[in-house]
């Protein structure tokens, strides 16, 4: 079946725009993953999902990043004027909501803030 | 202390060795390890998902577990350079479907 997708797979800005970031999970999977990949460096989680419900946001850096979920599918992360810091890659995974389970990532989206 | 320790490596092993990658956690009470692997410039792909204590093998991967002494770790058999990547230790903490994921360990297998 189809794995996780996520869009636009590239995107540049500038510095002050917001930007949304897609995710399309495995269908029925409950749970849903954002995390985010600076060059080099680990994932760093920013939040995740349970249905539409958001029981752990700590990982969202500023007040500047949001993320929503509808439908127990689609999410959209979004960033509030950006900043050259937030350049990374942004890594979206889904499980089936259990605690054993597998998480399965995306193709990440690549954002780059001039 | 880091929730989920690796050792960044590089690890550098010759072609046909046996490559060794370890990972220790904090929380005593995880129950669900998970070993990824990541290419440069791909996003982590599962390679093997541990529960019990012991080792679990599937092909020339093999993952060991041992809950008293808090760590996991991979053993890749027969290396081969297209193993050359980032190897990622993640581990769900007690009471939270929360994956910590360690840094990763870069593995070098030299043809």
């Known amino acids: 079946g189809a794995g996780v997708s996520q869009s636009p797979s590239n995107k540049v800005t500038e510095k002050g725009k917001d930007v949304e970031l897609r995710c399309d999970p495995i269908?029925?999977?409950?749970?849903l993953y954002w995390y985010r990949q600076s060059l080099g460096q680990g994932l760093e989680f920013l939040i995740y999902f349970q249905g539409n419900s958001a029981p752990d946001k700590s990982g969202l850096p500023s007040d500047r990043f949001s993320a929503e979920r509808t439908g127990g599918s689609v999410s959209t992360l979004t960033i509030q004027r950006t900043q050259q810091e937030d350049s990374a890659v942004y890594l979206c995974?889904?499980?089936w909501g259990r605690g054993t389970d597998t998480q399965y990532f995306g193709p990440g989206t690549r954002l780059t803030v001039l | 202390q880091k929730e989920v320790e690796q050792n960044s490596g590089p690890l550098s092993v010759p072609e046909g060795a046996i490559a060794s990658l370890n990972c220790t956690y904090s929380d005593r009470g995880s129950q669900s390890f998970f070993w990824y692997r990541q290419y440069s410039g791909k996003s982590p792909e599962l390679i093997m998902s541990i529960y019990s204590n012991g080792d679990k093998e599937d092909g020339r991967f093999t993952a060991q577990l041992n809950k008293a002494s808090q760590y996991v770790s991979l053993l890749i058999r027969d290396s081969q350079p297209s193993d050359s990547a980032t190897y990622l230790c993640?581990?769900?903490?007690?009471?939270?479907?929360?994956?910590?994921f360690g840094t990763g360990t870069r593995l070098k297998v030299l043809a």
């Open positions: 269908s029925g999977h409950t749970a």
């Open positions: 993640a581990v769900i903490t007690s009471g939270t479907y929360k994956y910590i």
């Open positions: 995974a889904s499980s």
